[in-house]
C-alpha cells in the first residue's frame, strides 16, 4: 500500500527531500505563496513549528504559482522572502504544482486518497500526513494555522506516534 513515504520533493535549495526521511513525524504539507492575501498565514504555521517540532510535527511549504501567478519569484527569492518576512525555519520545497494533470505526485496520491477535500483550491491548503506515513485529513486555504480544530487534530496525531 502506498503512502507518504513513497513520495520525494526536491529541498528548496535544490536537494533531494524524500519523506521517507521524516518516518515516525506527523508532516503538515501545505501549498504557499508570497503574494496571496493568506500569506501571512506563515507566521501562523512557523508559530504551530515552533511548538510542535520537538514533539514531531514538521510543517513542508510548497511554494506553487498555479494560483493566479502569486508565486512568481525564484526559489532564492521565495526562501529569503519567507526567512527576512516571517522568520521562516520549517522546510520548503521547490516550486510545485499541486493540482491538475501536472501536480506533483504526492498531490495527485492524496486527492485519490482523501477526495475533493485534499484538492487545493487556493494557496494556503493543508494536509496532515499521519506518523505512520497515512493520511489523517485536509483543511482548506482559509482554515488558519492556529485554528482550534486543526492544532487539535495535530495534537491528536502527535499522541499516535509510535513510542
Known amino acids: 500500500?502506498?503512502?507518504?513515504?513513497d513520495f520525494s520533493f526536491t529541498t528548496i535549495d535544490g536537494l533531494p527531500m524524500?519523506?521517507?526521511d521524516l518516518?515516525?513525524?506527523?508532516?503538515l504539507v501545505v501549498n504557499t505563496a508570497s503574494k496571496c492575501g493568506l500569506?501571512?498565514?506563515y507566521e501562523g504555521l512557523e508559530t504551530l513549528y515552533s511548538k510542535y517540532k520537538d514533539q514531531g510535527l514538521v510543517v513542508l511549504g510548497v511554494p506553487c504559482?498555479?494560483?493566479?501567478?502569486q508565486e512568481?519569484?525564484?526559489e532564492a527569492d521565495i526562501k529569503t522572502f519567507c526567512e527576512t518576512r516571517f522568520g521562516v525555519d520549517f522546510p520548503l520545497t521547490s516550486k510545485a504544482d499541486v493540482k491538475g494533470g501536472t501536480?506533483?505526485?504526492f498531490y495527485k496520491w492524496a486527492l485519490d486518497v482523501l477526495g475533493e477535500t485534499a484538492d487545493p483550491t487556493?494557496?494556503?491548503?493543508?494536509i496532515l500526513v499521519g506518523t505512520d506515513g497515512d493520511l489523517v485529513t485536509a483543511f482548506g486555504p482559509r482554515t488558519d494555522p492556529l485554528d482550534t480544530d486543526l492544532v487539535k487534530t495535530v495534537e491528536t496525531t502527535l499522541s499516535h506516534a509510535k513510542g
Open 103 to 105: 501536480a506533483h505526485p
Open 1 to 5: 500500500m502506498t503512502n507518504a513515504y
Open 65 to 69: 504559482n498555479q494560483f493566479m501567478g
Open 18 to 20: 524524500p519523506l521517507s
Open 23 to 27: 518516518k515516525g513525524k506527523a508532516i
Open 72 to 74: 512568481p519569484g525564484s
Open 39 to 41: 500569506t501571512p498565514q
Open 122 to 126: 487556493w494557496n494556503f491548503h493543508k
